[in-house]
């Protein structure tokens, strides 16, 4: 029989008309708006990228009806979404809960919540980008955490197309050191996500499975509690805090994005096999398709990558499929950044670049 696969892109939920993004950005197009005015900064320098599908609307249920179809027919079966909650209520939600959950095709891709529980960045707007000062503070207490979890389980975990593993919602954890900061350290968090789990199962679910997202470096022990340098901070951590699952959200937090996009690549996935011996749970491997975030910042920043073609992400494509294939008692997944990271460049979706390039070497490589 044929392996399958599940091929899971992450989505940047800002390409919607959210009231209280408008503060980023005020034209009411979301982050379109970074992309539409983005320009060269440099000889050379690709930008602006434009979209094949012009500037959709992701909150547009027939929008996402389209998308949806063109995920399935090329292989991408999962949608991650960004999902965030500042000052109390969520933030940029309604790409998720007018877009994608009101599609009427939305079975033919699952999707799961990563928790992009980072601060608030002034990035965002391109007028005080400079200035990388915090917005909202992403840190919450125990409270807050209870709250949001009765929220999640109740509003997207019983949903018939949210992916699971062995029965279990997945949902992933983007920052620790900041839920560890909020919920006071390793005892804290730790009691925390045992409630989340047990309050799961006390809602008629099997569980949770629980995934972190690893980065190269982390903060030291006033944030953590733990000794140690950032590696071996995050093993006890993931350790320590029970999570069932690890994989990575972009190379950019594993290895530093200037060069060449063929090294930067074999960088990154040289450390898979580190870190599958590093961790006694699985990790599913992770792609990125590119990294360039100039259009969040008016002066240019070195820190990006060229030389990405559509051919040198497929192999990287390969090497995850060999990962996966060599790893078979564990959920076949592999994970891709992104579907529309558009201001990172990023993303699947098809631009007047190079068309559907991307997705065509997703289709070769898992069908």
């Not at 899971?8 to 379109?32: K, L, N, Q, S, V």
């Not at 997207?156 to 919920?183: A, C, H, K, N, W």
Request: hydrophobic share 35%; glycine share 6%.
């Amino acid at each position: 029989m044929q392996q399958t696969y599940d091929v899971a892109a992450y989505i940047w939920p800002a390409y919607h008309d959210d009231p209280r993004a408008r503060i980023f950005f005020p034209h009411g197009m979301g982050e379109w708006e970074r992309v539409i005015d983005a320009r060269p900064k440099v000889d050379g320098h690709q930008q602006p990228r434009k979209p094949l599908w012009g500037y959709q609307n992701e909150a547009d249920p027939r929008v996402m009806e389209m998308q949806i179809d063109a995920a399935a027919d090329y292989g991408v079966n999962i949608f991650i979404y960004d999902w965030y909650w500042y000052d109390r209520r969520p933030f940029l939600e309604e790409s998720l809960n007018k877009g994608y959950l009101k599609a009427r095709n939305n079975h033919r891709v699952k999707f799961y919540l990563m928790w992009a529980n980072h601060d608030a960045p002034t990035i965002w707007d391109i007028r005080t980008s400079h200035d990388r000062r915090v917005v909202w503070d992403a840190a919450l207490d125990r409270e807050e955490f209870e709250r949001i979890g009765n929220r999640l389980i109740s509003k997207y975990f019983t949903q018939p197309s949210y992916y699971r593993i062995e029965s279990r919602p997945v949902f992933s954890i983007y920052d620790l050191p900041t839920l560890m900061r909020g919920l006071g350290g390793v005892d804290g968090t730790r009691a925390a996500l045992e409630w989340f789990r047990d309050r799961a199962v006390a809602s008629g679910l099997d569980g949770l499975h629980l995934q972190a997202v690893l980065r190269h470096a982390l903060p030291h022990v006033e944030v953590t509690g733990i000794t140690g340098d950032g590696a071996s901070i995050q093993n006890h951590m993931v350790e320590q805090l029970g999570f069932d699952s690890v994989t990575h959200y972009q190379w950019c937090h594993v290895v530093e994005p200037k060069g060449e996009y063929q090294p930067y690549g074999e960088q990154a996935v040289a450390t898979w096999n580190g870190i599958d011996e590093e961790f006694n749970i699985p990790y599913f491997p992770h792609v990125s398709v590119g990294w360039d975030n100039n259009p969040r910042y008016v002066a240019y920043q070195e820190s990006n990558i060229t030389g990405n073609t559509p051919d040198r992400f497929e192999n990287f494509l390969r090497k995850a499929q060999k990962f996966v294939d060599e790893h078979p008692n564990q959920a076949p997944m592999v994970t891709i950044n992104s579907w529309n990271e558009w201001t990172e460049a990023s993303y699947l979706q098809p631009d007047t670049d190079h068309g559907y390039a991307y997705l065509d070497a997703v289709k070769r490589v898992f069908g």
